[in-house]
Structure formats: C-alpha cells, structure tokens
C-alpha cells in the first residue's frame, strides 16, 4: 500500500475501543443476574446467529432448509438474541421485507464449490455484470480479475451489498466477491432482496447478502469432492474444525478449490459461423493466412502462403473467412484458497468478546485468443507481394497465429479481521467492534503488441528483420518477440478500517409488546492506490492512490402495537418499524436515507407485511478515478453493416463529476402457512433507480442501442471518430490493445458516466412443503422463483424509459428453481429443475428480433449416510458419499445470434446459460 496510516485512525480505532469497555463497565454496573442454569453460556440456544449472538430462526432450522431456500418470518424469530439481516433490532425479523436463508444443509447438498455459485443458484440473482462467464454488460470493463459479485434483480453490478456476519467486507474498490469464504465455513447465507441503505449504508440498492460464517461446529468435518464434464473438471478440498462449550466457541476452516478453463474451441456453439444452427456468418477475414486488400479489391491469400513468384494465384474479389475468436476461453482457470475462522468467549455473565477473520486468495489464468490486425504492407518489405497489374496502397488482414494466445494472469489476495466486545444488563445490549482488512488486485497481460515495432518490421527491406504478413511463417523468432513485448499491468490495493459502536434494547412496553431501539454510529476509512504499467516490460509500475472517509449514524425504532398479549380478530400481530440513516463522505456529500416497514397477522399462519425506503450507492474510486486511460482497439457488432464486425477505438478511464446513484424502492406481500410443514411466500418489489453509473469500454453490442446516446459523445463515427483519437493521441492517450487502423471510423467513449436510471418491478415466490410417510421416508418440496413485470430503463436522464424487460444482456422476466429433497433410511436423493425462461434477442439489423429458447436443466444428487451420523470416530461413522449429475441430460445452451466477443457469449448467452454441459460430481464427507 502506498499512504501511510494516519495517527488519525490510530486514536479512533483506540478510543472507540476504550468507549465499548467503558460501556462494559457500566454493563457490570447494572448487577445483571447470571443465567439460570449458572452457566455463562447462553441458556436459549447454540451460538448460531450474527457476531456470535445465540439462536437461528426457526423456519432455517426446519426440514424444509435442507431442500434449498426458505424465508425467515415473522414469528421465526422468537429468542430475543437473534438478529436477523434487514434489520438491528434483536429478536425480530426485519418488519415489512422478506429474508431468503440457505441453510447449512442446503450448502451441503448444492453442487456448487464456491459460495459465489451457491448464491447464484438463486433465482433472485442475475449473471450481469461482474462474472467470470461474461464481461460485456454494465461492470465487466473493471472486472480485471474475473470475480464474481452478487447482482440482486440484474439491475446494477453493484448495488447489491455483500457483508459478512453483519458487518462491511474490504473489496477491491468495486464489489465483494462471496469465494473469499470458504463454504465449508459457511454456517448459511441470509438474502434481503429489498432496499436496505437507511440500515447499512451504500450499496444497498437491490438488497443484502449476509454470509453468517460457523459457529455452531464442534468436531472436525473434512471435504473431498471431484467432478468432470467434457473438456473441464473441478475440485474441492477442505477441512474445519471447531469447539463449543460453556465458555463459548471456536471455528477454523479451510478449503482448495481448483476450476479448469474451458476454451471456446471445445464447443460448437461458440462459433462466428451461426448459418448452421439459423443464424448469420459472423466470420471475419483477419485469418492465417489472411486476405490482401489493394484498391478496395480483396484477394484471399492461399493456404501455403503467396510469394511474388506465386501471386498469380490471388483472385480479385475473394477473401479467406474463418472464425474471429479461436482459443478464447468462455471463462478462466481458477485456483482458490480460502479460510474463515470464528470465536465467542463469553468473558463474564454479562461480557462477551467476539470475532471473525478470513484469508482468500483466487488466482486465475485466462487465454483471450489470437490477435487480429489489420496490417499497411510498404513495398519496402523484404516479402512484398502485389497481385499482378496491381497500383496503390496494400494492406492485409491477418490473424496473428506466429505470436502466442493472448494471456492474462493475476489473483485477488484478500484478508481481514473483526473483533469486538458486547455487554448485556437488563433488556439493553452495548456493542463495540474494530474491523481491518486489506484486498490486493493484480492482473497482468504480458503480451500486447508493440505497435511501433509491427510497424517498423511491415516496413523493413531486411528479411531478417521483416514481418511476413503473407501466410508463409517467415518472420524470426526476435522480430516476433519485439513485437509481441507490451505489458500491460494493472493492480489495484485497498485498505479498509472500520469503527462500530452499536446499543440495542427495550425502551418500554406497550401492550403489544417491547418497543425497541437500535442505534449506532460507524466509521469507515478506506485507502486505495490505482496501478498502472504499460508499453514495454521496463516501464514503471506507477501507483495514484486515493482515500475516503465515511461517518455514519443510524437508528432503528420497532413498536409492536398487537402481540400475543392484547391480540384481536383479525389483529393478531400488528408491528411497525422504522429507520433512518445519515453518510457522510469526505467526497461525494452527504446523504440521509430512511424505511419504513410494516408486518400485519390478521390470523395465525398469515402474516402481510410491506415496505418503503430510499437507498443510494457511493461511486467508486475506480468509476471516479479510473484505472487508466487509454484507447482500446476492438470488434464491434454493427447492425448498420448488417452485423459485420467493425474495429472501434475505444475510450477507458474515469469521471471526477461523478454523483451518487440514488433509488426509491418499495415491497409488499405475505407470509403464509396454510398447513403444518408447508409455507408460501409472495412479494411484490418496485425500485426506482435513478443516476446510474455506467461504463462502454466493455460493451461491444453498444451500436444496438446507437440512437439512444445521441447527443451524448458516446458512439463518434467517421471524421468525428477520427478527429478525437487524434486529440486524445495528440494529448499522449496512448494504445493499449489492438492495432489502430490507420483511419478510424469509430469511437466510443467507453468512461463511466451517470447517464442510467431505470424502473424494475415484479414478483418472488418461495415455497417449500416437508412430510412424512408411513414407509417410504420424508419429502421436501421446494420452489423458489422470480417473475418481472417491468424493466424499463433510460441510458440518458432526458432519454424516454424503453423496455428491455426479457431482452438479451438485461433481466429475464422468468428465472425459477425447484427441488424434491427425499430422505429415507440414510439415502438423501434430491431432484433439482431449474428454469430460464425465453427471451428476446433484439441485436439484429433492421430492428429484427430473435426468440431465444428457454433453458431447463435437471440435476440429481444421492447422498448416502454410512454408519452413525453422529458419531465421532474415525471408522464407526459420520462419513456420507455423495454422486451428482449437474445438468442430467447434458442440455446445451439455447442458440443466440450473436457474434462472439472478447468478452464472452456468442453463439449462446454466457449471462443465462452454462457452456459446461453434463458433469459427475462425487463428494465424500467424514466428521469426527
């Protein structure tokens, strides 16, 4: 890191430290009686809520959570120490927004090996933006590293708000990927698909995900599991162990995951040529060997390669066409080494001490394909050809094939530690938590090209020192080295402090019940510092580093006005919450966010709750910033050519204009449990958003939508093209990838902007249904699905709303999982649908629409108990083997007319469906 810790945050860290003991003092004060059993441990349940408090809601502990995601409730939240994400208020679920749980034995029985894939198998959660599978939607320009991040409806790559055991994650100044714990270290994960800044703050816009680390373990539970599909395999390794006891509690895991690439040449639906499966040639003519252009005329080089004694074998009007990405990966290889760790001491009858920490590293290694260029031969070339009777200016168009497969590396390097202490006297609770962490970013792309050094090799006489653009490899090995030398680096650091000083409690009774107040105060520092290295493999890595200061307070009122005590027809439960928020950023200004919330129970098993609320997301340093600037040489869809492929300069860097992203989110919906074992929950949702952040570096279907930013200098073409590259050339912007045509005819500034807002709404549907049988065992079902009814949105605030409501790269309308969980006599078989349902591809020229298939897989898992479940030793028990199918019948993703790009799809949709076809997975699972 390049700033220097100030004694600032030194003295913060310390005196809030000091104050929480303070407060414990005065806990001690209060004469609090001990537990009724004498113990200090807590008397209502295991320690399995947020920041070591005890209890779970009881909805996660029912049969139900086994079979995947269920909602928390209203009365599942009857201990008065569990705190439950939405809300800060112990022993309530958040009034009026629903809370979606996957429970620990859902985590165990998911094929996923990463809690980013765990979370994702939720229907609530889109694949736009910032992912590994695709980087061509809104966020994937900055995501360098190829992580993953949470994107709640699919309306924003970061306006979902990922925390860990209730408190903020360092990330790498754009988003929180979930892998950095361990899911074997993973107790369940909490999902608030509602608004949530007047409760924690930025980012909060589409909702929450809370990853509640263990504290429930005690023993040791090892992992192996292997899976392989055509082309690809996987792997899982870990081990935790942990101790509960009167004292308290302690946790430590770790898991090694490794994910092979998969290359787009090992499927044929990533393919340029889509005539086959109906759609159109998207082949290009930079081949190997490649087409020679002379006077507008185009002359296919033949294979073999063309010699001036052979040029007769050019023919005017031919070109060689081949596919335009080969040896792209669809997504990288990944290795990831993670560990979490957890504790809870209970000091004192009334003093608890508490934490949490984790370490996470992911690295990856991605080829990007083959570089194709568009080459001006001067006939001082030492392999000059001209087709004969030929005059004037030669190029060729080639692909690069003597140079290796663009490469890029790095890792994401992540760590962080919480602790804190929590005095109870009376109905009150005083807490008091420091939080550090740091998260290192580093990509590298080792081998740009060296566009000077092309040049001066196109125009050498020396065959020594040469370029042969023409097909027959004649180029030395040092004259491809020089030209193939450019580094291009971009790491990126954090730091992040934060402060939190929280009280919870009862201020009165009302004959409903206690009416409680949560209200805290939270600071937060953060430090980043943007690398940059770029051209040759001796220039400097450079570091511009930045910082922010957030403070924060915040308050949460709950006020039960019908309770179990003064219950009437149709009042049986009747709550009211409210909650405000106050940022302030060294920055970006300040803001004040307030929710409010509702929970009605007319009759036992029913309860309808609603919600209001604003929320807001603080721009990034990198958005602000920028990680660079320079101009990016890439292949555009242009429906004007009738979707040929156009080489555009594109524009990368940042905006100190920028401006907070601001939403007005609403909810309603119910509760239901119309009979023993079963629970329907409905929610309607509406989020208005508004000033949204957005980038085009990485959006190479940008001319689809051309119309849209007229008047904003977003998409230039012709002389207006080339007059800015030469400004910004002239102003020493220089090329980072690919080669500048030698007239531009488009440019697109690719800078972040805040030019969206949009308008989303629509309905969740979680369902589950547990029962037992007199002879054949218990079964589970479960239905978890998502249903838009609107997705309107404005790439300009002055723009009209359009619907892009199920069009491809935006949010589906339809997204659904459902699963039949059968346990009987030590055998666990579960059956899992999932659903994409189909869309529109409104990419085509001439305003053409494509019908896009839907996409249904099936997976079927057996997990087999051997021996006692619960026993401890090494031979008598505890031990499960598990055999998975993921995608049973091996369905391939829906066809999708597009041209592939180098940010992923093409052929097929990397943001909706999974290229890995049909895998076998077997996981063995021992615990002693």
């Known amino acids: 890191m390049h700033r220097i810790t100030s004694r600032r945050r030194l003295a913060l860290v310390s005196g809030v430290a000091l104050a929480a003991l303070g407060w414990s003092n005065l806990a001690a004060a209060q004469d609090t009686p001990p537990p009724p059993n004498g113990s200090a441990a807590p008397a209502d349940g295991p320690i399995a809520s947020q920041q070591g408090r005890t209890g779970t809601p009881a909805s996660v502990q029912s049969d139900a959570a086994a079979a995947g995601p269920v909602t928390i409730g209203a009365e599942d939240v009857p201990a008065a120490d569990i705190v439950v994400t939405g809300s800060r208020i112990r022993g309530a679920a958040p009034v009026g927004s629903s809370v979606i749980a996957i429970d620990r034995r859902a985590i165990e029985a998911s094929g996923a ?61 754009r988003s929180v990927d979930p892998s950095i714990i361990p899911s074997l270290g993973l107790e369940r994960v909490e999902v608030v698909a509602d608004g949530a800044s007047a409760v924690y703050g930025s980012d909060a816009i589409a909702g929450v995900v809370n990853l509640i680390p263990r504290r429930t373990l005690n023993g040791i539970e090892t992992i192996a599991r292997v899976g392989a599909a055509r082309n690809f395999h996987e792997s899982q390794f870990g081990i935790a162990a942990g101790k509960t006891g009167d004292w308290g509690q302690v946790m430590v895991a770790y898991e090694h995951v490794f994910r092979s690439n998969l290359s787009g040449d090992d499927r044929n639906f990533f393919t340029s040529d889509q005539r086959r499966y109906g759609g159109r040639d998207f082949r290009v003519n930079q081949c190997n060997p490649g087409t020679l252009t002379v006077g507008g005329r185009n002359y296919a080089i033949p294979q073999g390669g063309v010699t001036p004694a052979t040029s007769g074998q050019l023919v005017p009007g031919t070109a060689n066409l081949c596919e335009g990405f080969t040896g792209q990966d669809l997504f990288p290889e990944t290795r990831y080494d993670s560990a979490n760790a957890t504790f809870t001491v209970h000091l004192t009858n009334w003093l608890d001490a508490f934490g949490d920490g984790y370490y996470s590293k992911r690295q990856f290694k991605r080829f990007g394909g083959y570089t194709g260029a568009t080459v001006s031969v001067p006939g001082t070339n030492a392999f000059f050809t001209r087709p004969p009777g030929t005059t004037g200016a030669e190029t060729v168009q080639i692909r690069l094939d003597d140079l290796p497969n663009n490469l890029s590396f790095g890792s994401t390097e992540s760590w962080q530690t919480a602790g804190g202490l929590r005095a109870k006297f009376g109905g009150w609770e005083v807490q008091g938590q420091v939080i550090y962490g740091r998260n290192d970013d580093v990509s590298n792309t080792p081998n740009g090209i060296n566009t000077p050094a092309l040049n001066a090799a196109l125009a050498s006489s020396n065959p020594a020192t040469a370029f042969d653009p023409y097909g027959l490899g004649r180029t030395s090995a040092a004259v491809l080295a020089a030209i193939n030398d450019q580094v291009f680096n ?101 803001t004040t966010n307030p929710k409010f919330g509702a929970n009605w129970s007319p009759l036992r098993g029913l309860v309808i709750r609603g919600s209001y609320g604003t929320s807001f997301r603080a721009p990034l340093f990198s958005q602000i910033y920028g990680n660079s600037s320079n101009i990016f040489v890439q292949p555009y869809a242009d429906p004007a050519l009738g979707g040929a492929i156009v080489q555009g300069a594109a524009l990368s860097g940042g905006n100190t204009a920028l401006r907070p992203e601001e939403a007005t989110t609403w909810s309603a919906g119910l509760d239901w449990d119309p009979l023993p074992g079963g629970r329907l929950s409905l929610t309607y949702f509406d989020v208005n958003y508004t000033g949204q952040v957005d980038s ?44 500048l045509p030698a007239n531009p005819t488009l440019f697109i500034d690719g800078r972040t902007q805040n030019l969206g807002r949009s308008k989303t709404s629509g309905i969740d549907a979680v369902a ?35 619907d892009r409501r199920n069009t491809v790269f935006n949010p589906l309308k339809f997204k659904g999982r459902g699963s039949l969980y059968w346990a009987y006599e030590g055998a666990n078989t579960r059956l899992t649908v999932n659903h ?55 369905r391939k993703p829906p066809f999708l007319d597009f041209a592939p790009t180098i940010n992923g799809s093409g052929g097929y949709d990397a943001t909706a469906a999974n290229p890995v076809g049909r895998e076998i997975a077997v996981t063995l699972r021992k615990r002693f």
Request: net charge negative.
């Open 113 to 173: 090996v990463t809690t980013d894939r765990l979370i994702k198998e939720i229907p609530q959660v889109f694949d736009l933006g910032t992912s590994e599978n695709s980087r061509g939607q809104s966020g994937g320009n900055s995501n360098i590293t190829f992580g993953n991040a949470i994107n709640i409806r699919g309306i924003g790559p970061y306006a979902t708000l990922t925390i860990l055991d209730g408190h903020r994650v360092v990330n790498n100044s």
């Open 768 to 802: 589950s249904y547990t029962f037992d049988t007199n002879n054949a065992g218990r079964f589970t079902l479960n239905a978890n699905a998502t249903y838009l009814t609107r997705y309107r949105s404005a790439i300009t605030p002055a723009g009209d709303l359009i």
């Open 490 to 590: 971009a790491p990126t650091l954090n730091r992040f402090t934060g402060v939190e000083a929280t009280v919870n409690g009862t201020l009165f009774d009302l004959p409903g019940g206690g009416v409680k107040l949560a209200a805290g105060y939270e600071r937060q520092e953060l430090e980043v510092s943007l690398g940059i290295q770029r051209g040759a493999p001796t220039s400097p890595l450079a570091f511009r580093d930045y910082d922010r200061q957030v403070d924060s307070g915040y308050a949460e009122l709950y006020v039960p006005i019908f309770g179990s005590a003064n219950a009437l027809p149709g009042l049986r439960r009747l709550e009211l919450t409210a909650a405000v928020r106050y940022d302030k950023y060294s920055d970006v200004g300040s």
């Open 836 to 890: 994409v349902g189909g869309y529109d591809n409104n990419t085509l020229p001439n305003n053409g629409v494509q019908k896009v298939a839907s996409y249904t897989t099936v997976d079927l898992g057996v997990t087999f108990d051997v021996g006692n479940t619960a026993s401890r030793s090494l031979f008598a028990g505890g031990f499960s083997v598990s055999f998975d199918a993921l995608n049973l019948f091996d």
């Open 696 to 739: 085009y570096l990485g959006d190479l279907a940008i001319l689809s939508r051309e119309a849209q930013f007229a008047g904003t200098g977003v998409i230039l073409r012709g002389a207006a093209a080339a007059a800015r590259v030469q400004e910004l050339l002239a102003q020493g912007i220089t090329i980072a990838r690919g080669v």
